[in-house]
């Protein structure tokens, strides 16, 4: 089966190496037989091009493995792609996520499939999992520590005493986080990956921007020694339950105990875990980044399309967002923690307070009016 | 497509309820037509019989279930319906295990399959992921804590410092060890899933009396306080590694480094790994038993037979366990020490020794030697 690749970067060139090595009869049977490359300095193949429509217009490629990464233009080939009668397989969390409903419709009209197994979680089989699961369960949950650069960030914190500005600085030195970090510690990068996994969970699309969304940036070594003397480990969360009528949805650092599973987490690894009535949780751990693994991925899932063994024909429905019903107990450091009287529970030293068990939905709305620029907000574990 | 059940305890009885009930339209494809129990107190669904010739012989039935446990008469069952041209899923990792040449030989001169999903890790699905892996990868080995009643054992002990007899009878009263837990404690369970493992990973059929094995049922609170002093966990692991000609492959408790994810899987969970060359390292964690998420593995696997997706067609061979070239550090704790000075790189307090680096072969063979029925030794992770 004939595969063309847009973009020949990290992910890109990972595939073509895989592919091209062939290391197993399934790989065999794919051939990479055009690359959209960026300019000519990267035209080090004959199969290169810098004309997207020498892949899109092809009768010959059947599937098309965008690897781009960025909005546009992946978005607009990767629609001319379905609308060409081609399954796509992308590895770009962020434009999928942002243009899911359009692109699933696209798909669905034009006959063919979308897959994004390399979306979240780097090579963990998350994606697959849920396929194989709901063949016998539905999904009832999912949660997971979806990002390295924040798991990576906040252990080093946690284990050296260490303050997230320094961290994030050696992150960046290690090329653990991006030079601009927004997407990573703000929870953006996870939102994508929560909306993508309730795709797959629920065939259901929703609006990423609905999915309530804290990150780590403001989070300091204080807030941790708190976590630690209370016998808790602190890890950015992307949480998902399914509710028939909405679905709540959320990325939060969240105060684990320190006998979870997910507690433990080391370093820069990936930790998804899906909970369904058979099967109860599963978890599934691994490195969530890196060119092999995330390439791997890519290739399995073309090897799903020339398997046709697709899960990707279940019509998707829009499901909306509702987090009203989401209750926890919330840890808020603010300067402007007296204005918050009314849902406070317990004060922690003279610097933050834990909440009584409300809907998260009323603790945003209590921190949204006190329009504190370094509040920092974690779930807490009951 | 319809399916003959040997056997309605725990994980038979977990079988038919998720067939019966056909939460998914996959599973509304199956139908449970017949139940092999083994008295007339058990025959309460108007589909049980006492004799098993009338699954075996009945032509409507594709596939068998067999999750009777013990090793006969399953073996004998599970080999009669593959000569009648029955698929076979088995949960039974005992008689797999033991007569995996002879069933899988006689499946295949059959043109069936034998699947063991629910063999190793309850629902975790371990084998499902071998597969998929192995589309794109050639597994070079994998590692795991397959066993959840010594790893019970083991973390109670670790935390609480308390005795192996107390944590064996605490564990026998709360269900989680039989009341004969030669199987877990001694290591014999972890061998069978380590030989399972081999099958799946690397096609290969060994013999599990030539896995090394050694169990938890001599380790003391002074060989776990060694272990926390020295900012290791301890863990029964199973292991296997493929080198071509031959595959290393043994069960040994092993002192891990604190930070490695499998020091901290919790209580009674399996954790399994695999490693290959583009995805690295996987890991799956889930609770190891159950009657529903084996019951689970169960129906995946007939899924899998009615979908076809079926990896096990592929011919395996007799592959010989060779574990000389395996090394590493032992802790031996023997009040025959003084004999082992030849191996021994440094003294443990006055009651055990750390070895040199060396063939877990010569450690075997010194240990071999002491005759000390108390003795205990795990590898100590570099």
């Given amino acids: 089966m004939k595969v063309g690749l847009l973009g020949h970067g990290v992910v890109g060139s990972g595939v073509r190496t895989i592919i091209d090595e062939g290391a197993t009869w399934e790989v065999r049977e794919l051939e990479v037989t055009a690359i959209l490359v960026k300019d000519e300095t990267e035209m080090t193949d004959p199969r290169t091009t810098l004309n997207a429509d020498d892949i ?55 006959g063919v499939t979308i897959h994004y197994e390399a979306s979240c979680g780097g090579g963990i089989p998350w994606m697959a999992s849920l396929d194989r699961t709901r063949r016998v369960d539905d999904i009832v949950s999912f949660r997971g520590i979806f990002n390295g650069t924040t798991n990576y960030i906040l252990e080093r914190m946690f284990h050296e005493n260490r303050d997230f500005a320094d961290m994030l600085k050696e992150a960046q030195k290690l090329g653990y986080a991006e030079q601009d970090p927004t997407d990573d510690i703000d929870g953006y990068d996870v939102r994508y990956k929560v909306a993508l996994s309730c795709a797959k969970a629920f065939d259901a699309i929703v609006d990423a921007e609905k999915i309530l969304t804290y990150g780590i940036r403001n989070i300091t070594a204080q807030d941790l020694q708190f976590c630690r003397d209370s016998g ?94 989401h209750q926890g107990i919330y840890y808020i450091r603010t300067v402007k923690d007296a204005l918050l009287a009314s849902i406070t529970d317990q004060r922690v030293g003279d610097h933050a307070i834990l909440t009584k068990k409300i809907s998260v939905l009323e603790a945003e709305n209590a921190i949204r009016t006190l329009a504190d620029q370094d509040l920092f907000i974690a779930e807490v574990a009951e």
């Fill in 56 to 110: 899109i217009n092809d009768p010959e490629i059947q599937v098309v493995a965008e690897c781009m990464g960025g909005l546009e233009p992946a978005h607009t080939y990767a629609k001319r792609a379905l609308q060409a009668g081609k399954h796509v397989v992308t590895s770009n969390k962020k434009m999928l996520a942002t243009f899911c409903g359009d692109l699933f419709d696209t798909a669905r009209e034009n």
């Fill in 232 to 325: 808790y480990a602190c890890k950015l969360m992307g949480k998902g339950e399914w509710h028939t009528d909405y679905i709540s949805a959320m990325v939060i650092p969240v105060f684990l105990h320190a006998d979870d599973v997910f507690a433990n987490i080391p370093l820069n690894f990936n930790a998804i875990e899906s909970n369904s009535k058979t099967l109860g949780s599963a978890a599934f751990v691994g490195q969530g980044a890196g060119s092999l693994p995330t390439a791997h991925a890519v290739v399995q899932n073309v090897i799903d399309i020339w398997k046709d063994q697709d899960s990707e024909i279940n019509p998707k429905t829009r499901v909306p967002i509702d987090n009203q019903f």
